[in-house]
């Protein structure tokens, strides 16, 4: 099974579509809230919501959203990379709900190979996530290093590090 990509192997204009999608709950929402330190009552409280939001309900916390997109993608995009360079931009579209199902996906938008070093390159991404109705959520671009072939050959090729099993 593939995980990541060498430069190479990205075509412009490619679209990876992630899978599988994840269905968000109350308790990831306040999880990764409580880890990254966000109490806001929007996210956290579901009487203020109510009570004070157009929303009338809590809203899943936008970094979460963006965190979750960007591990789906690993996978299709940079499970091989040597470096996230950028974000270039992010923009939460639409807000996310308790229940709601996130998808994603990514199109490559240009690469570049490294001027410095002949055996990686840049590759230039934009990622979308979007609910289970097709409502688009989040998008954002970045910039990727990835390796050439040449490049994991050298360190071992496809798994490197990866032991044998002993009898």
């Known amino acids: ?12 204009g490619a679209v990876y579509k992630h899978w599988p999608g994840k269905t968000v709950t109350e308790y990831d929402d306040h999880l990764f809230c409580l880890i990254t330190m966000n109490h806001h ?3 956290m409280d579901a009487h203020y919501a109510a009570e004070t939001t157009d929303f009338g309900k809590n809203v899943v916390v936008g970094n979460y959203i963006y965190s979750l997109l960007l591990g789906m993608s690993v996978p299709d995009v940079s499970g091989k990379a040597i470096a996230n360079l950028e974000v270039e ?8 709900f308790h229940g709601d199902t996130i998808y994603g996906e990514t199109e490559v ?31 954002f671009r970045r910039k990727v290093m990835v390796p050439k072939r040449s490049y994991g050959d050298a360190r071992g090729g496809e798994q490197p590090g990866r032991p044998e099993p002993v009898a």
């Open 41 to 43: 009552p929007l996210h």
């Open 89 to 96: 931009s992010l923009k939460h579209v639409k807000p996310t």
């Open 109 to 139: 938008l240009d690469k570049t190979p490294s001027k410095s070093k002949d055996d990686r390159g840049v590759v230039y991404v934009e990622t979308r996530g979007y609910k289970q109705d097709g409502t688009i959520v989040c998008v």
């Open 1 to 12: 099974m593939q995980f990541g990509r060498y430069f190479e192997e990205f075509e412009i």
